[in-house]
């Protein structure tokens, strides 16, 4: 399944904030930040060129993936919603093409269309490969979205939506397994204790770096 990483540039770290696990209730609240966060990321422009029909595909694509996480019980955010995190658990994280019908398969590919859909498809092949080459069957976590509205960027925010992920992980001793499309994600990702495993060129040029997080 494709991958995107909504991550900021952020310096002050915020402390005592609330981050709360998600449910089917906090869907509009959760996507409408992932939306902000993802609609101009290299992924989505590709997908969909259109920058007046870009919101609408970009809000189907991030709600299909919130829902799938929230089944997961693996999406996070904070109490305002503003910084959201979703992630498949080990035994669920390699998700075939059916688990994606009900969450809204269907409605992305309507917003999408022929060209993005197809695009879509050889993406996710891409993406699956390059996550089979680092990790094999080793069981993980994978980090498929992080956002963070624009205007609550350079506060912490990625750090501490992250954290409950980074204890589960921690305690169950596994790894962390993302991909971005944006370089300047990467040294973010690395103080977050990422490490960089490689560099790929899907479809259409779309640049790819994959990182992963040893548990601790």
Avoid at 86 to 93: K, T, W, Y
Wanted: aromatic letters at 8%; hydrophobic letters at 40%.
């Amino acid at each position: 399944m494709p991958q995107g990483i909504g991550l900021q540039s952020e310096s002050d770290i915020m402390t005592e904030l609330v981050i709360e696990q998600l449910t089917p209730r906090d869907e509009r609240e959760a996507v409408e930040s992932l939306t902000e966060a993802f609609v101009e990321y290299p992924l989505l422009v590709a997908l969909c060129p259109n920058a007046k029909r870009r919101p609408r595909a970009t809000e189907a694509f991030c709600r299909m993936l919130l829902r799938l996480s929230v089944r997961a019980e693996g999406a996070f955010a904070t109490a305002d919603r503003a910084a959201v995190a979703c992630a498949l658990p080990p035994g669920r994280e390699w998700p075939s093409e059916w688990a994606f019908m009900p969450v809204g398969a269907i409605s992305l590919a309507w917003r999408l269309g022929w060209r993005g859909t197809r695009l879509l498809k050889r993406l996710e092949r891409g993406f699956d490969d390059t996550r089979a080459k680092h990790i094999g069957k080793r069981p993980h976590w994978y980090l498929y979205l992080l956002g963070v509205r624009p205007e609550m960027q350079r506060k912490g925010l990625s750090r501490a939506v992250l954290q409950p992920l980074f204890e589960i992980a921690d305690r169950d001793k596994l790894p962390i397994y993302l991909e971005t499309m944006t370089e300047t994600n990467v040294p973010i990702y690395q103080k977050l204790g990422f490490e960089l495993l490689g560099f790929s060129e899907l479809s259409e040029k779309l640049p790819n770096w994959e990182m992963l997080r040893e548990p601790r």
